[in-house]
């Protein structure tokens, strides 16, 4: 059984908004700060689960690249699969890290 290309890379798009809008928008100092206090501690967490994020970025952006070139539906799929895992790590830290913030205030 062969799961589409899209399904993965629709996947990756996803967990990215949701990332950016946790990061930029607002959605991680509403969920997990209601002190001014508490915005500092989330913005060390948001570093660190920017580097996870990085590693996504480039790993989507290779697979994206990549599929005219032989060979490329394997790689596809490794790059994919690590963009993911890296989307889910970064949501992660970026979900346990904030609730050790909030708790710790």
Sequence with gaps: MRISPVIPAVASLLLAALWGFSVFA???VEA???DPGCVDGLAGVVRLSSLFAAVAVCCTVAALLAPGRRGAGSRFTALMTAA???WVVA???LFAGGL???SSL
Excluded: K, L, N, P
């Design 26 to 28: 607002g959605w991680g």
């Design 32 to 34: 997990f700060c209601s």
């Design 84 to 86: 993911v895992a890296a």
């Design 91 to 93: 949501e992660g830290v």
């Design 100 to 102: 050790i913030v909030r």
